[in-house]
Structures are given as structure tokens and as C-alpha cells.
């Protein structure tokens, strides 16, 4: 069942900027849904627009199936949960979780098991008393999700909630957030700007850019047929490496950067126009080393990163730097020309001009790419 | 920081000497007030030192209702002014109204209008209210205040304004939100507002000469005056008494407010 339903949304400023252009999408009961974009593409404004904390310009929002445009945001029957957290500073941890409940008329007996059942799950039993300025980050944002659990809202609304965090306590937080909704069965809407995050959490992504929708989909199929040049550049870490293409006249050879002639015949047949000016993408997982038998390129390494289980190299390319991910330990000089092996069916193919997808890697492959990268 | 000696010696004495002409009248008002009429007259170091002034002072004029007339009205106008500046300045940061701004820009702009400048039409209308020798006259005039407007909407603007969006959400109204959340954290620039109130009503001069007639309702810095005579030789003694008399609920204040008025004034200066 959907809950929510956005129909040709927009958000449009005094000076005749869209900030959200005709915004069109469904979320479901239930979803994780992530809101993804680089800072300014509009993805908080949406998120407050949800919440009626932004009057919406254009279009239509409905939840469950009812118009709410104009309905203030307590009759929306959600939670929300800031960035900066939003707790008031002069109240204790207890009196910050049950504020909210105030204004619902509730007995003192519900509001107390709520309070506690909410604390229990968040750790917070013991740290009822403190006051906000005396708690860690991690224990703010707790109190800050307590406060969305205790009103028992079905629809939890989340602005950059990890951003404030320091990476160790975040991919903990993230693994937390994640467990709590689907434990409770809430729909959630979160917005990132970390494409990590989004891949992490999301049942399914929006990317957002400018104001317009670029994708929405599954976590893996953004990552695996990025719908455009933007997509495949936003999604993944490290990005997709890029690079201009020119098809020969027969179809047969494609030449990159000037560079690299990759032979594709064995690939695609008419699939591809030649007359367009094309763009590859290629993941850093399918920049493979070479093997004896098997050495297609000789790339020269310009930076070399020890992460321990996997090296990260980083290759010229014409004008671009390409990275690759090769898992174990290698040992490479900066300078050294190294073996690379490029796979055509490897390749994804984008229109250069529009920036659109044309050609996805190979269905055949995706499975083993599903069954390796999962 | 680290000084070397000779330079702190030049700070202290510095320090000292402004402190020394800072004070300097009070401290002159204070040990005249000890002081016999005769060595105030012939300019001598006092002989004796007596509390015959502070007897005399009060006997001479109603000084303890003077006093407490004072207390009434700084108080009456403090709250006054507290509620209705944070009001206002609630409005000006929380409520999204058309013109909100140039509003605003207008209201401080009165804050360039000496108060002089507004003595006499505040004073038409309140003898056409028929509040002459009231506490209504003397305090109603002084509660809208263009500058207590503008100090609590400076420290409003910095309450987050995601916390007035969370209890939004949680469907908290704006009176609520007024009183639970704005003023408690505000809590330290509505003190030093509200002594700086209390202060500047005590130390009000004109407006209490022209609304009061009687001494039923007249307050202590116009009673002061009525200790100097006409006829004859002043008694500096007396009049220095009440003087110090008067300055003491002030000091009070000050002791005890010196910290947060100094927080609060200087508030989000720095972070």
C-alpha cells in the first residue's frame, strides 16, 4: 500500500527558481526510503515539504490516499528527526523525549511506558536526568531518535540525521536506525548527502540533482545501471571512472581517451550508435590485473593506497584518473607501468551529450557482479 | 597572561585612579553624609562623624514612601517591559507575517526619538485618561520599548529554529512554545534586561515630576530633590543621606546582577 504519493511537486522561491521541479513519486508503507543528492539539489526542502514545514508551490502530496497539502504539521502524524537534533537545552533527557507528547492527550501511566520503553531500546535508562549540553553526540542523536519512537508515529521523517557524528559512531548509528524501523514496522524517509549512507540503509534511493529526480530504484540497480552520467558518478565509492569514447566506423573498436582500443565486435552488434559521442564507465572492480595470459593495457600507476585487504591504484588515462580496487596487497611504485585487463562486457555506455544511459553492463555479468559485490 | 611587575604596578595605579574617579562622587556623597553641617559649610576633614543626617532625612520628608513608591513602579514597569518586549520580539522572530522587517526597521528607528521628544503628548494623554497621580500614569507609558524589543530578538534569533519546527510537529502552539521553550532559554537575557529596566525606572527623573502632583504616589529621586530647600541654606548632610539612601537598592542590583548583566549584554559577541 503507499502512503505517500507526490504528484508533480515543485518549489518555486519569489525569484521564479525551481528549487524542486515537478516531483513525481510513491513511498511506500513500510520503506526505508532514501533521499540522496549533493548539497543544494533540494532534498531538504522536499523532506520539509513533507513534513509542513515548507508550503509546497506546485502539485499535490497525499498520504494514505488523502490530499494534505494544507494540513499543518501535527495533523501529519509524524516524526521528525533534525540534524542539529533540535533538543531544548534547558530540559533534562527525560522531559526532552516526553515534550512531544504533551500536546497528545495521553495518560500519565501511557506516557510513562512509552517513556521507558523508548529509553530502554535507545540505552538512555541511566542518562534521564542529564541535560543535552551533557551528553555526546551519539547520546544526543539517541535522544533525539527516542523522541521520534515515543510518539509512535507511522511515517519517521529524517534531515542528515549521521552528519554530525564521527565516522566510527555513524556506520554504528547507521546500522541502529536501520534495525529500529524495520523492528518497528515505520516508514521512513531519510536524507543524505552520503552516497554510503544511501546504499547502506535505503530499501530504495532517490537521487536527486538540480531540483529533478536522476533516478529512483534499489540501492544495487542505481549502482549497477546508473541511469545517467550524474548517477554513475554520485553512486559508488570510488566513483566510476569515465571517459570519452569514439566508436570506429565498423562498429568494431572503440577507442578511449586516445588511448585505450578496446576490441567490443564480440559484444554488441548494432546496439550502439556511431554516430554519437559516447561516454564509458567503468567500475574499480572491474579494472582487473593482468595475468599472464591475459594482459590487455599497460596503465601507468600515479598513486598507490594501502587500505590492507584491498589496494586502491590509481591509473591515467588521457585526461581522466581512473581507480582501481584490487583486493589483497600489491605492491606497485607510483610511475610503474602496471598490467590492467578491461573487460568490454564490463563497460557501461552513456550518451555524452544527454548524459543517458545507452548500454548497462552485460546482463550475464550483473549476476556475478550481484553474487561478488553483495 | 604572564606581565612583568613593573607593568602590572602601571595597571594597577591606572586601575585604581579611573576606579577612584568613577566612584569618586559616591564615595564624596557617602562621607558627607557623615558629617556634621559645619564641616560640610567651612570645607573642613570631618571631626565627627554622626548618622544624625539619615534620622533627619527621614523625618524631614516622606523618604520610606518615596521608596517604596520607587520600588512599586521599577517593578510594575521591569515586568511590563519584559513581557512586552519578549512578546514583540517573539513575533518579530517566530511569526511569519508580511512586512515583518520593515516593521521592525520602524520600531528600532524610534529608538533614535529622545524620550524627551514624547514627554508631552505621553503627558496629554495620560491626564486625558485621567492617570495624574497614579501608578497607572506613572508606570503604562514606559512598558513598549523599542530597545528591549530589539535585545531579546537578537538572543530569540538564536534559538535554533529546528527547535521551534520539532514542536511543530509535536503540535505545540506558539503560547506554549512561548512559555516552555523561549523564555527558559532566554532566561539570562531577560535578567539582565529586566535589571537594566529596573535601573533605568529607578533613576527616572522627569517623567515622575510631571505625572505626580501629590507625594501619595511620587517616587524617591523627586522626594530627593524636595530635601534641598529654597529658603534657606541647604543641609548638604541631609540631602547626601537620602542620596545614599537611594543609591543603595541600586548598588544591591548591581552586586548581584554584575555577572549577568555583563553575560547577557555581550551575549553572542562571541561563540
Known amino acids: 500500500m503507499s502512503q505517500i504519493e507526490l504528484v508533480k511537486i515543485s518549489k518555486i522561491y519569489q525569484k521564479k527558481q525551481a528549487v524542486l521541479n515537478e516531483i513525481d513519486l510513491t513511498i511506500n508503507e513500510g520503506e526505508f526510503f532514501v533521499l540522496v543528492g549533493p548539497s543544494g539539489s533540494g532534498k531538504s526542502t522536499l523532506l520539509r515539504m513533507i513534513a509542513g514545514l515548507e508550503e509546497i508551490s506546485e502539485g499535490i502530496l497525499k498520504m494514505n490516499g488523502k490530499i494534505v497539502n494544507h494540513i499543518p504539521p501535527k495533523d501529519r502524524n509524524l516524526s521528525m528527526v533534525f540534524q542539529n537534533y533540535a533538543l531544548y537545552p534547558h530540559l533534562s533527557v527525560e522531559q526532552n523525549i516526553l515534550f512531544g507528547l504533551q500536546a497528545k492527550k495521553l495518560k500519565k501511566q501511557e506516557r510513562q511506558r512509552r517513556l521507558y520503553e523508548a529509553a530502554e531500546m535507545m540505552g538512555l535508562i541511566e542518562l534521564l536526568e542529564r541535560k543535552p549540553r551533557e551528553l555526546s553526540g551519539g547520546q544526543r542523536q539517541r535522544v533525539a531518535l527516542a523522541r521520534a519512537i515515543v510518539s509512535q508515529s507511522p511515517l519517521c521523517l529524517m534531515d542528515e540525521p549521521l552528519s554530525n557524528l564521527d565516522a566510527k559512531l555513524r556506520a554504528n548509528m547507521r546500522v541502529e536506525i536501520r534495525r529500529l524501523q524495520k523492528k518497528l514496522g515505520m516508514t521512513m524517509i531519510y536524507v543524505t548527502h552520503d552516497q554510503v549512507e544511501a546504499m547502506t540503509m535505503g530499501d530504495r534511493i532517490m537521487v536527486l540533482n538540480d531540483g529533478k529526480i536522476q533516478q529512483v530504484g534499489k540501492p544495487i540497480t542505481l549502482y549497477n545501471e546508473p541511469a545517467n552520467l550524474f548517477v554513475a558518478s554520485f553512486i559508488g565509492s570510488p566513483k566510476m571512472n569515465l571517459g570519452k569514447a569514439i566508436l570506429s566506423e565498423d562498429g568494431k573498436q572503440l577507442v578511449v581517451e586516445g588511448q585505450l582500443h578496446l576490441d567490443i565486435s564480440s559484444i554488441f552488434g548494432e546496439e550502439l550508435p556511431t554516430n554519437r559521442q559516447l561516454t564509458i564507465g567503468i567500475r574499480a572492480e572491474h579494472l582487473l590485473p593482468g595475468t599472464i595470459e591475459n594482459i590487455n593495457y599497460l596503465l601507468e600507476a600515479v598513486n598507490v593506497e594501502q587500505l590492507g585487504n584491498e589496494t586502491s591504484i590509481a591509473f591515467e588515462v588521457g585526461a581522466e584518473l581512473w581507480t582501481a580496487r584490487w583486493s589483497g596487497q600489491w605492491f606497485i611504485k607510483v610511475g610503474q607501468k602496471v598490467p590492467v585487463q578491461i573487460l568490454p562486457e564490463n563497460l557501461l555506455f552513456f550518451d555524452s551529450e544527454t548524459g543517458n544511459l545507452i548500454h548497462s553492463v552485460s546482463k550475464g555479468r550483473m549476476q556475478e557482479v550481484l553474487t561478488t559485490c553483495v | ?271
Do not use: C
Not at chain 2, 92 to 121: C, H, N, Q
Not at chain 2, 143 to 150: D, E, L
Open chain 2, 1 to 271: 597572561m604572564t606581565m612583568s611587575t613593573s607593568r602590572k604596578v602601571i595597571f594597577y595605579v591606572i586601575l585604581i585612579l579611573s576606579a577612584l574617579l568613577l566612584a569618586g562622587p559616591m564615595i564624596l556623597a557617602f562621607v558627607l553624609s557623615l558629617m556634621t553641617n559645619q564641616d560640610i559649610l567651612t570645607g573642613n576633614i570631618p571631626t565627627a562623624l554622626t548618622v544624625d543626617n539619615y534620622i533627619r532625612a527621614f523625618e524631614r520628608s516622606p523618604l520610606l514612601s518615596y521608596l517604596i513608591n520607587s520600588l512599586l513602579v521599577s517593578i510594575v514597569i521591569m515586568l511590563g517591559q519584559l513581557l512586552l518586549s519578549s512578546l514583540a520580539a517573539y513575533a518579530f522572530v517566530f511569526l511569519e507575517f508580511k512586512g515583518r522587517d520593515i516593521l521592525f526597521y520602524i520600531f528600532i528607528a524610534t529608538l533614535m526619538v529622545p524620550f524627551e521628544v514624547s514627554v508631552i503628548p505621553n503627558f496629554h494623554l495620560i491626564r486625558d485618561l485621567g492617570w495624574i497621580d497614579s501608578y497607572a500614569g506613572l508606570t503604562i507609558p514606559f512598558f513598549a520599548t523599542a530597545f528591549g524589543t530589539f535585545l531579546l530578538r537578537q538572543n530569540f534569533k538564536q534559538i535554533p529554529k529546528e527547535l521551534r519546527e520539532a514542536s511543530q510537529i509535536a503540535g505545540i502552539g506558539d503560547v506554549k512554545y512561548y512559555l516552555t521553550v523561549v523564555l527558559p532559554v532566554a532566561k539570562s537575557s531577560l535578567v539582565t534586561f529586566g535589571i537594566y529596566g529596573f535601573l533605568s525606572t529607578w533613576n527616572m527623573y522627569l517623567w515622575p515630576l510631571l505625572a505626580t502632583t501629590n507625594d501619595k504616589v511620587r517616587t524617591v529621586q523627586i522626594g530627593l530633590k524636595q530635601l534641598q530647600t529654597q529658603e534657606q541654606v541647604n543641609e548638604w548632610g541631609v540631602i547626601m543621606a537620602g542620596a545614599v539612601i537611594v543609591i543603595i537598592p541600586t548598588l544591591i542590583l548591581l552586586f548581584f546582577g554584575q555577572k549577568k548583566l555583563q553575560k547577557g549584554l555581550t551575549e553572542g559577541a562571541l561563540k
